[in-house]
């Protein structure tokens, strides 16, 4: 789907930008949900043996002057009030242009710091030792958590782990043909083992809108697996940024997965999950003696209380997440959540049917943090978990000028955490097909 996808979006957003009344250097920028929004754009150039440099971009419509990051061919910055479902037009600037920044990088300390957070690194694991809100005054790590926070570790399953899922999960008379479907039967090792991850290096950067830290880190599993893990913050945008990767993993046919544990300084939070059909609340609405151990996401969750506030996790590339203990290998048909801790499952080969049957290669998965005060199933939940999801899409363009306007809006709902699925002429019955999904509840 993304093979078919990517290249028309891009070629669609090349004729968008060639057909603005603008004469020469142009980038457009599209929002495609269908409320108007601001956000971070970040986008390759793609001009062939560029020569010259992008400073800053000045509004076509209104004259605004905003700062640009440029590296070589990516172009980043914040696209301020960009209409729904439709597009503006910045003309671009290059001749140097001042402007102040509110990030810092205090690499002595292993701080990163904007508006909304200063987290400070570990540097001898690579995990966040501490992620300060300095909105709402308050820490987010559980600081007294071994497992650390944003810690990747690799989770082999070992015999007595399988034979104990097996018997809980297994309906009686089934074990012949079920139990080598759920997890392969027969591993070398009788224990469980974890592999966590540790520090060889930290590399900073300042990207001009945002602040990034990237661990290069390694596990002492048999394999040596190195990773990389970086978190960033931006000038302008109220979440965390935070990117895992693994370069040549190699293959193992027994059971595995890899994990990034966030354990959250909250005690007994309530839960909400954004599930494909709407949000859950895991402690009530789940069946009994169905899957309380492992869940799949519609990208994101969120946890909070009374008191302290709450916090969303949106985690678009890898939706299986577990909660209070890492759950693939383990089924319990019934739980009560107890803790903030929340796992968030980057690979595995547990299942013997239908799945590969190991996991190799090189693969990355991206993650976004925010918290928020009091709990807002479209506030503070499903329209940030959205625009996180799909973000605003930039093009850069030179050429002749075109018939359209600078700036153009699409369609808009008037209420947010609304997603619009289908606009589309029909023939049979003639008229127009417009298809709307409501996830807030």
Not at 7 to 20: I, R
Not at 25 to 51: D, H, M
Not at 102 to 122: A, G, K, M, T, W
């Amino acid at each position: 789907a993304e093979k078919i996808v990517m290249p028309l979006m891009k070629q669609q957003l090349k004729t968008l930008a060639s057909a603005v009344n603008v004469e020469g250097q142009r980038i457009v920028v599209y929002n495609p949900l269908p409320w108007e929004r601001s956000g971070t754009v970040r986008f390759f150039a793609g001009v062939y043996q560029k020569k010259f440099r992008i400073h800053g971009l000045k509004d076509a419509a209104s004259d605004q002057i905003i700062p640009v990051h440029e590296d070589y061919n990516q172009i980043s910055f914040y696209a301020d009030s960009v209409p729904s479902m439709g597009y503006k037009t910045y003309i671009p600037l290059l001749e140097p242009i001042s402007f102040g920044s509110s990030l810092v990088i205090d690499e002595d300390q292993h701080i990163l710091e904007n508006p909304y957070f200063r987290i400070r690194l570990n540097e001898v694991d690579g995990s966040l030792s501490s992620v300060w809100d300095k909105i709402r005054n308050t820490e987010l790590v559980n600081q007294q958590d071994t497992m650390g926070f944003a810690q990747y570790f690799l989770e082999k399953a070992g015999q007595e782990q399988i034979d104990a899922y097996n018997a809980a999960y297994v309906k009686p008379g089934a074990e012949g043909w079920a139990n080598d479907e759920m997890i392969r039967t027969s591993v070398p090792a009788k224990k469980q083992a974890l592999y966590q991850g540790s520090c060889e290096k930290i590399v900073w950067k300042d990207m001009g809108n945002a602040i990034r830290a990237t661990v290069f880190g390694k596990l002492e599993d048999p394999d040596n697996q190195r990773y990389l893990i970086s978190y960033t913050l931006y000038e302008h945008e109220p979440h965390i940024e935070i990117d895992w990767g693994v370069d040549g993993k190699r293959p193992d046919p027994h059971p595995e997965a890899g994990w990034l544990s966030f354990s959250f300084n909250m005690d007994a939070p309530r839960y909400r999950l954004y599930r494909t059909g709407g949000i859950v609340d895991p402690q009530s609405e789940f069946i009994s003696n169905t899957n309380y151990d492992f869940f799949f996401l519609n990208t994101s969750m969120s946890m909070y209380n009374s008191t302290d506030g709450g916090i969303a996790l949106n985690s678009p590339t890898s939706p299986g997440i577990s909660l209070d203990h890492p759950g693939l290998f383990s089924f319990s048909g019934a739980k009560k959540y107890e803790t903030g801790k929340v796992f968030v499952n980057l690979y595995t080969n547990q299942w013997g049917t239908n799945f590969t049957e190991w996991i190799e290669g090189s693969f990355s998965s991206k993650l976004y943090l925010w918290s928020f005060d009091q709990y807002d199933p479209e506030t503070n939940f499903i329209t940030p978990s959205e625009e996180t999801r799909s973000p605003l899409k930039g093009v850069f363009y030179d050429g002749p000028a075109g018939p359209r306007d600078l700036s153009q809006q699409g369609i808009t709902l008037s209420r947010r955490g609304v997603l619009l699925t289908a606009f589309k002429p029909l023939t049979d019955p003639e008229g127009m097909l417009l298809r709307l999904w409501e996830q807030s509840g």
